[in-house]
């Protein structure tokens, strides 16, 4: 269990980079985002790239230990949050662009 751990704590980080990649590219100009550097670079592969990918496979992982009733030690507000982010990613990735 201190994979599923980690693991899970590490998709909260990935979506933190993905909430910040989605209110940079709605408040920053284009011609803005050359000057962020590699800390914006970071930011948008880590939260546009990485993070719906490992935030689906946790959740599903997740969903495998609740059917089969193993005991779940990380906080229920970090798997609420990984479970809102991955309903809004799946409405940006595949909603949004129809």
């Not at 990935?14 to 590219?25: D, E, H, T």
């Not at 011609?31 to 550097?37: N, R, T």
């Amino acid at each position: 269990m201190a994979g599923f751990s980690f693991l899970s704590r590490f998709v909260f980080v990935c979506n933190l980079f993905f909430v910040g990649a989605m209110l940079a590219r709605i408040f920053i100009k284009t011609d803005d985002s050359l000057e962020l550097g590699m800390i914006s670079n970071i930011a948008v592969v880590m939260g546009m790239v990485l993070a719906p990918i490992v935030n689906m496979g946790v959740n599903l992982w997740h969903l495998v230990l609740l059917f089969g009733k193993k005991q779940i030690t990380t906080p229920l507000w970090v798997r609420l949050f990984n479970l809102f982010i991955l309903l809004a990613q799946l409405f940006f990735y595949i909603i949004l662009p129809a």
